[in-house]
């Protein structure tokens, strides 16, 4: 037996004994929404399942916590009001987590029966192996904005989750980074990413300065752009950064993160791949938008990025990477200097046909860098 295998059916089996465990306490199934996206012909709908105690409730939303004004430039006012519900919810599901290590030991719910309810059709499916819904619903009949769908487990109560329907109209797209890029988190390094993720507390975590006024730039004159937070990151931490996104001004949008699980071939997922996987469905899913990429030149997104450009040259508008300080790249990989120039690689400043590609050293310095462009 593969020690991946190993890994993977001790999970099973942890996973199992805690179910039982919980039922006999009364515990039932809650499925955490996360927000999916789509186009008018097909949207994914995201989600996970857990065991959850049905008389422990999230307390009521933080006024520490203020609404910010990026609603104003990015979202008419009824879709601010749609999807301010969701927030609220990731508010006070982090401040009831209180630190990130709570997030991780949950007890999954792999192979549940739910029903997701779409525009007044229902779509009988299963979490997977760990939990997690990803399903594709074809033909959905929703007009472009954001909707509800109702997610329904087989025990447990039924739940709201958010879907961003983009309009086949739209040109013009923002994916972006999350650890180092719009938060310091100094990952992956093992003892800082285990610090970050399992014990510091959310509110802890700082802005990158600028990043929210910089993304309020690039979305200038751009209502109906969608954005997307695409990170190495594991699902369990979304609600946090959810709430970290809506304290700190940054654009509302689908976050893909990933598992940390074992996988059929290796204890943990390859975080480049799942980048690599998630860039193409994006543009697979929305053919006539062009999007700006923007990460961080700490690990490996400007390499990601730029093979991105040049696989899809018609699909990338521009790519935009925050140069992190000696002390962050020693953090993140444990030399003072970026990866490019450990390997004696440079950027380019037109990746091809017309793409440009800017650096700075925080949101400031790129937003002078794009309007110099």
Sequence with gaps: ME???????????IN?????????????????????????????????????????????ILSALP???????????????????????????????????????????????????????????????????????????????????????????????????????????????????????????????????????????????GMAEFYARLLEGHADAPVFYLSTGAWNTVPAMQAFIEANGYPTGPMLFTDWGPTPTSLFRDGQAHKKQQLRNLMIAFPNIRWILVGDDGQHDPYLYEEAAREHPGHVRGLAFRQLDPVEQVLSHAAPMALRDWHGIHPERDISGGIFSICGRDGFELREAFEAL
């Excluded at 020690?3 to 089996?13: K, N, Q, V, Y």
């Excluded at 996360?34 to 399942?49: E, F, K, M, N, P």
């Design 16 to 60: 199992r004994r805690g179910i039982v465990r919980r039922r006999a306490d009364g515990w039932l199934p809650r499925i955490l929404p996360y927000t999916g996206y789509g186009s008018t012909q097909a949207i994914h709908i995201l989600g996970r399942a857990i065991m959850a105690d049905p008389e422990q409730r999230p307390p009521a």
């Design 67 to 209: 609404r910010t004004a990026h609603d104003s430039f990015l979202l008419p006012e009824a879709a601010a009001d749609a999807i301010s519900p969701v927030y609220d919810k990731a508010i006070a599901q982090a401040e009831y987590m209180q630190r990130g290590f709570r997030a991780f030991f949950t007890t999954q719910v792999g192979y549940l029966p739910v029903i997701l309810s779409v525009n007044g059709r229902e779509y009988p499916t299963r979490t997977d192996r760990s939990g997690y819904i990803d399903c594709v619903v074809q033909n959905h009949g929703l007009e472009p904005g954001w909707h509800n769908v109702t997610i329904t487990p087989a025990k447990g109560e039924a739940v709201e989750a958010p879907v961003l329907i983009v309009a086949p109209k739209v040109t013009y797209g923002l994916i972006s980074d999350v650890d180092d890029t719009i938060v310091h988190t100094s990952l992956p390094r093992a003892a800082l990413a285990a610090w970050n993720s399992f014990v510091l507390q959310g509110s802890s975590r700082h802005a990158v300065p």
């Design 3 to 13: 020690i991946s295998d190993f890994a993977r059916a001790l999970e099973d089996a």
